[in-house]
């Protein structure tokens, strides 16, 4: 059974930073490539960022491209989600993702806002 647990989310001011974390289990997550969406109140959901197994190739959405840093620690099963110089238009819920055997599997999903 694949489980994707996202922690870290809340409530932040525009400019501060916050660590999105999510446990990964159910699949060798040392061979799996993980990626980030998140989805926004009324807009469809989009891709954040994207990391592979061995962490030497990353992928960004231009709109965070320089704030978000991706990662990932293959001894503890986990991939994050460094989040700088966060905007009111980062508002949203962020998923963790991986594609297990021709399966897409989600997390529950952890609520970022950014609000003054």
């Known amino acids: 059974q694949v489980d994707l647990i996202e922690s870290g989310g809340g409530l932040v001011q525009p400019g501060g930073s916050l660590r999105l974390s999510c446990a990964a289990s159910?699949?060798?997550?040392?061979?799996?490539?993980m990626s980030w969406y998140r989805q926004a109140p009324g807009k469809e959901r989009e891709l954040v960022a994207s990391i592979s197994s061995n962490s030497l190739w990353r992928n960004y959405a231009g709109s965070v491209k320089g704030r978000f840093t991706i990662s990932r620690d293959n001894a503890k099963n986990a991939v994050y989600l460094q989040m700088n110089s966060l905007k009111p238009d980062d508002t949203a819920v962020y998923y963790c993702t991986t594609a297990n055997d021709g399966t897409v599997y989600w997390g529950q999903g952890t609520q970022v806002t950014v609000s003054s």
């Open positions: 159910g699949f060798t997550f040392s061979s799996a490539t």
